[in-house]
């Protein structure tokens, strides 16, 4: 590998080596060297729209903006002369005329800043001190570095109105100084094309073109907007008053496999707002609606469970901890193995599922761990785990050729993977969508197909047996499907990848079966690359902690080959002693039972009362990893304290073990877990990817459950996709599905009262 040869320049007088191919503006920042600019932010395409970054070079005319200018050899800049900052200072003038800025220039903004701190929650921003980003604006910080303590020039308010009836965040365009960065992070990042500027001179404003609403026009609702925009024209409608962060800490989102980065901001031991990580190598900052917008609202929901509880006759009894705890090892103590079942969340991190299938197999002494992910897939687990376990990793769509999408749509839910197909579709590849209705990908597909979903399995099964016998030989195929097969089936055979993309839609249709063998058919015997879009955040994790029925820690993948595992059957027909749910779960799989013990960090969404309630710390509150469906083990950071009196789960699996006097689980804190993990998953942390301890021989797995409860009007290979309509973000972010439902009914519901 060549180094790449620097180039030598002069910046102020000071000779540097810098990268090739690069801006004036990037060299500059690279070496410490200050140069304002508001339109211009990294990651986005250079701009040149508020003239602040001018500069002088030896041999060009006039002021070149540096963030367009590239680097070149012998390069004489100067970036601070007296004539740069007179003109800089006249730029940030005109730029503050259509801004309101009284506070920047007024004698007594330090005492109105530290006493008069709610007066910005004022119908309309006039100044500083009524801004919700006050303090933390691009605008106030390039004024002050600049030196401008005066304007000249009258200041014109433009008297937009403050839109506020699209969720999640607001938008005062009187703030908005026509950055552009914005529009181009939805247009060149995003890739969805939602904002653009409206109409001309003094009435230009940015938004979605013919005075559509946010959600007519498709927006996604990423939050990308906010996030780049350097003054407070857009704001989070949860966290706009809270103020700048006292800490900003780095975590991993876990509301789907994707595995996003996240930057959360804490003040006061709360999390106030989530930003994206632009150098994350799983996301690049390609976050979605819930990582973005949710988690505030999640962990500070006002139905947090924050001290253990338990049912009597008259309602909801407050008890401490050791009663609860003596509460549930009485329950669990003296119950056969096979009238106790567990349930965990495939949400959990990889050390609470660890501890609570130690805590199922070596305290209770049954192997009954399930989730609902198991019940939601009843007879086509099998098939649906061999394709996860095989599954791609997402940068491959960066090569593909050729992307047929089933049932997927990324508008709320993996961002990052819908980006790569909308940018592989934008350079030309084959994009093919099949599906019920319109989705985010259609807009760049060669063709979007639109059925309902039980006539998805025979539209790919023609597909499938059309490019297996090339195009020769009888194939049974619809007529009206006849033209478009043979077309698209050319490109898809001239493509040097393809990759077939199933998304939850098609995971939970009534003919998923053939759906899962016709992708083994594409993947074995024509090369194609498979990626599983599913909602099961953590289930490599799973897979590998030995969180499942039959299988041990590490067990599914022993000497370097898959090993047969023989799943046992858990008859959820037969009512058990006790149930103990930990996580989000759906309650209508639960079994009927005599005694409820749910560990969680809300309440459920259910008729049956738990009996007992273990309050649980949640994903912001507590240190650990998670595995994505790359097979990523990723780092979970603890941003803040436990809510009350909540305790982490492997806390809680500790303290019942140790009531039950079965000397087990002595772990003091994370670090231990991992240390056990360590010893019984070699490799784990190191070494070889997840992936491959949780892939199995899932063809001797066939009797895994026996009279599992079905929905009214299902067979056992149909998909169980539960309604979870009307309930409020805060409650239902956490179940995987539910948050899609939500998003997709409430917006409906918004656009329909509009």
Known sequence: MTREKKLKVTIDSRELEVRPNTTILQAARESDVYIPSLCTLEHLPSYGACRLCIVEVDGLRGYPTSCTTPIEEGMVIRT??????????????????????????CEEHDECKEFQGTIRKVGVTTGCRYCPNDARCELQEITEKVGLTETSYPVYYRGFSVEKYDPFYDR?????????RCVRVCNSVRLNGTLSFKQRGKLTTIGPAFDRTHLEAGCEFCGACVSVCPTGALSAKVSKWYGKPDTQVTTTCVYCPVGCRLELQVKNNEVIDVLPNYDSPIDRGLICVKGRFAIPEYVLSPERLGTPSRLTPVGYEVISWDQAIDEAAKRLRGTKPEDKLVMVSPQLSNEDLFVAQQFTREVLGSDAVISSMMIDLGDDLVPFLELVTSSSTFDTIEDARGVLAVGFDSTYGYSPVGIRIKKAGREGALLVTLGACDSNLDMLSETAFQMEPPQWAEFLGSLVDYLAR??????????????????????????????????????????????????RTLRDKLGWKIIVAHPYTNLLGMLAMGAFPGAKPGEFLKNGDAVTVDLPVIDLAKRKKVVYLIGEGRFDTIPDCDYLIYQNGLPPV???????????????????????????VLKI??????????????????????????????????????AAIKKQVKGFYGGRKPVEFARINAERATKWLRGAPKQEGQSSGAGNNPSYRGIPLARVVAGMKAIDEWVNTSLLSDKEAQ
């Open 470 to 519: 090339g195009g020769k030989g009888k194939v049974k195929i619809r007529k009206e499907w006849t033209s478009d097969i043979e077309r698209i089936s050319r490109i898809f055979s001239d493509s040097s990848t393809n990759i077939l993309v199933i998304g939850q839609e098609a995971i939970f249709s009534s003919g998923r079966r053939e759906i899962f063998e016709k992708a």
């Open 606 to 632: 259910a008729s049956r009362q738990p009996d007992l309630i273990l309050p649980a710390s949640l994903f912001t509150e507590s240190s650990g990893t998670t595995t994505n469906g790359e097979g990523r």
């Open 172 to 180: 005062d365009y009187n703030l908005c100084i026509l950055c552009g």
């Open 80 to 105: 601070d002369t007296t004539e740069l900052r007179s003109l800089r200072q006249e730029i940030l003038k005109l730029l503050l005329s259509e801004h309101p800025a009284s506070c920047l220039f």
């Open 637 to 674: 950071e603890k941003a803040t304290e436990p809510f009350m009196d909540a305790k982490p789960d492997w806390w809680i699996f500790n303290r019942i073990a140790e009531k039950l006097n079965k000397g087990k689980l002595k772990y003091k804190d994370v670090a231990a877990v991992q």
